[in-house]
T-cell receptor, first 113, second 116 residues
């Protein structure tokens, strides 16, 4: 059974810093990995999707990497802003749709102005 | 392009009652998935519908059911509500069935269900 872990559970940093969020998964046989952000009381917003054959994806100040063999992904946020404050969730598809996505518990990020 | 729309946003029900939640996917998306989010368990997959057929289901009791209509809109039903069913229920749509490459999920804002 796939398990996804995100470290740290919470993170608070001053505005302007670069930061890295970590995600690890137990079964390397995945189809893709997706990063989401969730604002309080809201749904999830898709940030980046990395296919199993890819190593990284970039969107603006965000860069996500994937190392399937070691079961790890990182989300790099450059020049953090207060608007980046949210919970960041990592999810993997390891069943080809059979089991939906398996989510980590998330990293609660606070960017201090 | 309108996003995924879920109604209602909030619901309060009593134990033993049943409830129906609604989800309208992004136009052109044929897959609708449902997830339950609780503080203790996080996000858990309920089921996915594609072209009006349930493709797969998560580890939830039979009290949880759903359906999808020809216009891709989906409903989720929970019968005989229990206190533990209190959660945020999220619907997500995608262009293709879950697990397809390059077909990210787009989530709605959810329905907050409180069972008293």
């Amino acid at each position: 059974k796939q398990e996804v872990t995100q470290i740290p559970a919470a993170l608070s940093v001053p505005e302007g810093e670069n930061l890295v969020l970590n995600c690890s998964f137990t079964d390397s046989a995945i189809y893709n990995l997706q990063w989401f952000r969730q604002d309080p009381g809201k749904g999830l917003t898709s940030l980046l999707l990395i296919q199993s054959s890819q190593r990284e994806q970039t969107s603006g100040r965000l860069n996500a990497s994937l190392d399937k063999s070691s079961g790890r992904s990182t989300l790099y946020i450059a020049a953090s802003q207060p608007g980046d404050s949210a919970t960041y969730l990592c999810a993997v598809d390891s069943g080809g749709g059979a089991d939906g996505l398996t989510f980590g518990k998330g990293t609660h990020l606070i960017i201090q102005p | 392009k309108a996003g995924v729309t879920q109604t209602p946003r909030y619901l309060i029900k009593t134990r033993g009652q049943q409830v129906t939640l609604s989800c309208s996917p992004i136009s052109g998306h044929r897959s609708v998935s449902w997830y339950q989010q609780t503080p203790g368990q996080g996000l858990q997959f309920l089921f996915e519908y594609f072209s009006e057929t349930q493709r797969n289901k998560g580890n939830f009791p039979g009290r949880f059911s759903g359906r999808q209509f020809s216009n891709s809109r989906s409903e989720m039903n929970v019968s005989t509500l229990e206190l533990g069913d209190s959660a945020l229920y999220l619907c997500a749509s995608s262009r293709d069935w879950g697990g397809s490459y390059n077909s990210p999920l787009h989530f709605g804002n959810g329905t907050r269900l409180t069972v008293t």
